[in-house]
């Protein structure tokens, strides 16, 4: 089921809100089970056939992590952690890596091994993370013991289980467990509707409006123009931004109708000045679990931690990064590019070259960034290389283009760039007024 | 007994603003102000030395999720007093 959808916006979302504070006002029940149980729902929606994988994931990890909980012996620990945490890349491997894996065996080793087609389920790659964060920090002791509903409830409420942002049990948990967030909180209802129109918003009218020129654009890689790669290109950043930056509004605003307010994922990453602080401002939620779950233990393994053990680190992290986004080289690419990336900007700011002006930092990151989401949507590094192509090719400057035939399209454009470069975003209504409410209590 | 705990809090401090000395190598006014990602000195290299050398020095484990919250000096005193 799609946050955009009209089953959702009309029935799903209202129904188990409605359900939810009914049950909290009239009985006894804590609403926990309805909302897992809506979740299930709301994610075999899309394909029945997946629930019992998902289902699968939260009783074997709820049992992993009962288990670290208890042991007492710190090594016994470690092997459980250990032996969870490959359980859950595996996992996630088989469903979404096995035909990548046998297709280059194949290229390589002119193997004709069959692809054995298995499809992708939704929302298994953040699952996994998330997942893999909690049973660290039940190792740690940071979580303590808890009950399965408790942890379903963390996996499969709905408004992040597909695509985020990636959330903390203690966090989540603590909301849940606040006796205040039982009942309706009419600002947070207000708050909560007034983001999920922005996202609706960002989604229905901003992204898939762009998408109509990058879907073109992409599809006769080989026969636009200058001009009209420059806008493929910049239209697919901006639509990938809205869609996914929409999506997660979506989530935000339906969690706070339940009072549970969701971490950050994006704060305006196309203002950031740096590349650097453009992954400050871009999936949030993921890079934190970058450095705090992948850098910061690689590094802390290593014997010694210098300049360049954290550089080549920060490129493997990437790497991994753009391997979790999907099963084909452009993604890999795509990570390695910002991996290598924040090598320079990390080298460019220890050696202090000379002070960059923040303009001209903001037009080396911007473009950066979209040079390299090229490699992020296309098919294949072909078509990639022959959009970046006529990107480059000054000699071809032809500004005749069917890109903006009506103005509807024209406005999508404007709203999209003043949006982006020049207005506040949802994190601001929201610290705003989580500001306002702490003053007042 | 409370004058022995202030003396052991100020030796704490005072071993944590050596840290920061060694690891910044930079002149700190103001020791309070220190914020990961805040300070331009201090990024993420930065910061898992300093947790590395606060382990070494002070003989304490920090645990993978506190590496996170440990997230400015006045943090990482609370933590530690």
Same mark, same amino acid.
């Given at each position: 089921?799609?946050?955009?959808?009209?089953?959702?916006?009309?029935?799903?979302?209202?129904?188990?809100?409605?359900?939810?504070?009914?049950? $909290?006002?009239?009985?006894?029940?804590?609403?926990?089970?309805?909302?897992?149980?809506?979740?299930?729902?709301?994610?075999?929606?899309?394909?029945?056939?997946?629930?019992?994988?998902?289902?699968?994931?939260?009783?074997?990890?709820?049992?992993?992590?009962?288990?670290?909980?208890?042991?007492?012996?710190?090594?016994?620990?470690?092997?459980?952690?250990?032996?969870?945490?490959?359980?859950?890349?595996?996992?996630?491997?088989?469903?979404?890596?096995?035909?990548?894996?046998?297709?280059?065996?194949?290229?390589?080793?002119?193997?004709?091994?069959?692809?054995?087609?298995?499809?992708?389920?939704?929302?298994?790659?953040?699952?996994?993370?998330?997942?893999?964060?909690?049973?660290?920090?039940?190792?740690?002791?940071?979580?303590?013991?808890?009950?399965?509903?408790?942890?379903?409830?963390?996996?499969?409420?709905?408004?992040?289980?597909?695509?985020?942002?990636?959330?903390?049990?203690?966090?989540?948990?603590?909301?849940?467990?606040?006796?205040?967030?039982?009942?309706?909180?009419?600002?947070?209802?207000?708050?909560?509707?007034?983001?999920?129109?922005?996202?609706?918003?960002?989604?229905?009218?901003?992204?898939?409006?762009?998408?109509?020129?990058?879907?073109?654009?992409?599809?006769?890689?080989?026969?636009?123009?200058?001009?009209?790669?420059?806008?493929?290109?910049?239209?697919?950043?901006?639509?990938?931004?809205?869609?996914?930056?929409?999506?997660?509004?979506?989530?935000?605003?339906?969690?706070?109708?339940?009072?549970?307010?969701?971490?950050?994922?994006?704060?305006?990453?196309?203002?950031?000045?740096?590349?650097?602080?453009?992954?400050?401002?871009?999936?949030?939620?993921?890079?934190?679990?970058?450095?705090?779950?992948?850098?910061?233990?690689?590094? $802390?393994?290593?014997?010694?931690?210098?300049?360049?053990?954290?550089?080549?680190?920060?490129?493997?992290?990437?790497?991994?990064?753009?391997?979790?986004?999907?099963?084909?080289?452009?993604?890999?690419?795509?990570?390695?590019?910002?991996?290598?990336?924040?090598?320079?900007?990390?080298?460019?700011?220890?050696?202090?070259?000379?002070?960059?002006?923040?303009?001209?930092?903001?037009?080396?990151?911007?473009?950066?960034?979209?040079?390299?989401?090229?490699?992020? $949507?296309?098919?294949?590094?072909?078509?990639?290389?022959?959009?970046?192509?006529?990107?480059?090719?000054?000699?071809?400057?032809?500004?005749?283009?069917?890109?903006?035939?009506?103005?509807?399209?024209?406005?999508?454009?404007?709203?999209?760039?003043?949006?982006?470069?020049?207005?506040?975003?949802?994190?601001?209504?929201?610290?705003?007024?989580?500001?306002?409410?702490?003053?007042?209590? | 007994?409370?004058?022995?705990?202030?003396?052991?809090?100020?030796?704490?401090?005072?071993?944590?603003?050596?840290?920061?000395?060694?690891?910044?190598?930079?002149?700190?006014?103001?020791?309070?102000?220190?914020?990961?990602?805040?300070?331009?000195?201090?990024?993420?290299?930065?910061?898992?030395?300093?947790?590395?050398?606060?382990?070494?020095?002070?003989?304490? $484990?920090?645990?993978?999720?506190?590496?996170?919250?440990?997230?400015?000096?006045?943090?990482?005193?609370?933590?530690?007093?």
């Amino acid at each position: 089921m799609l946050f955009h959808s009209i089953i959702y916006l009309i029935i799903f979302l209202p129904f188990v809100f409605s359900v939810y504070f009914l049950l $909290r006002k009239f009985t006894d029940n804590d609403g926990k089970y309805f909302i897992i149980f809506s979740g299930i729902f709301f994610y075999g929606w899309w394909n029945v056939n997946f629930t019992p994988l998902i289902i699968c994931s939260v009783l074997f990890n709820y049992f992993i992590s009962q288990k670290i909980i208890n042991l007492e012996n710190n090594s016994k620990k470690k092997v459980i952690l250990l032996t969870g945490i490959a359980f859950n890349i595996l996992y996630l491997g088989i469903f979404k890596y096995t035909d990548f894996v046998i297709d280059n065996l194949n290229y390589i080793f002119e193997l004709n091994i069959q692809n054995f087609d298995l499809p992708f389920p939704l929302a298994m790659s953040f699952f996994t993370f998330q997942t893999i964060a909690y049973l660290v920090d039940c190792y740690d002791g940071e979580v303590e013991k808890g009950s399965l509903k408790d942890y379903s409830l963390f996996i499969i409420f709905f408004p992040q289980l597909i695509a985020g942002p990636i959330v903390r049990y203690n966090n989540m948990m603590s909301q849940f467990n606040t006796i205040q967030n039982k009942w309706i909180n009419s600002k947070n209802l207000l708050l909560g509707l007034t983001i999920i129109a922005i996202g609706l918003f960002k989604k229905v009218i901003l992204a898939d409006n762009l998408s109509i020129n990058v879907d073109y654009g992409f599809e006769n890689y080989d026969t636009i123009n200058f001009v009209e790669s420059w806008i493929v290109s910049f239209s697919f950043t901006l639509q990938l931004y809205f869609d996914f930056s929409g999506y997660i509004d979506m989530a935000t605003g339906s969690a706070l109708l339940f009072n549970i307010l969701l971490p950050k994922n994006f704060d305006s990453p196309f203002k950031a000045t740096s590349l650097i602080e453009f992954w400050k401002k871009w999936h949030i939620t993921l890079f934190n679990f970058l450095m705090n779950y992948i850098y910061f233990p690689i590094l $802390r393994s290593l014997q010694k931690v210098n300049y360049f053990n954290a550089m080549i680190v920060t490129l493997l992290v990437f790497i991994i990064s753009g391997i979790w986004h999907g099963p084909s080289y452009g993604y890999i690419l795509f990570g390695t590019l910002h991996g290598l990336g924040l090598i320079v900007n990390h080298t460019f700011n220890k050696f202090n070259l000379f002070k960059m002006n923040k303009i001209i930092g903001w037009l080396i990151t911007i473009n950066y960034v979209n040079f390299t989401l090229i490699f992020f $949507r296309c098919e294949n590094l072909d078509s990639a290389l022959s959009i970046i192509k006529s990107m480059l090719d000054i000699n071809n400057i032809s500004f005749k283009t069917n890109f903006f035939d009506n103005y509807y399209i024209v406005i999508v454009y404007v709203l999209s760039l003043i949006i982006v470069f020049f207005f506040k975003n949802v994190n601001f209504l929201i610290e705003n007024y989580f500001e306002k409410k702490e003053h007042i209590k | 007994m409370k004058l022995n705990q202030e003396i052991n809090n100020k030796k704490i401090k005072d071993k944590v603003q050596k840290i920061f000395l060694q690891i910044f190598k930079i002149k700190i006014n103001n020791f309070e102000n220190l914020e990961f990602n805040k300070t331009k000195e201090w990024d993420s290299l930065k910061h898992i030395q300093l947790i590395l050398a606060l382990e070494k020095e002070l003989k304490i $484990r920090i645990k993978t999720s506190e590496v996170e919250k440990l997230s400015s000096y006045q943090k990482i005193i609370k933590h530690l007093i």
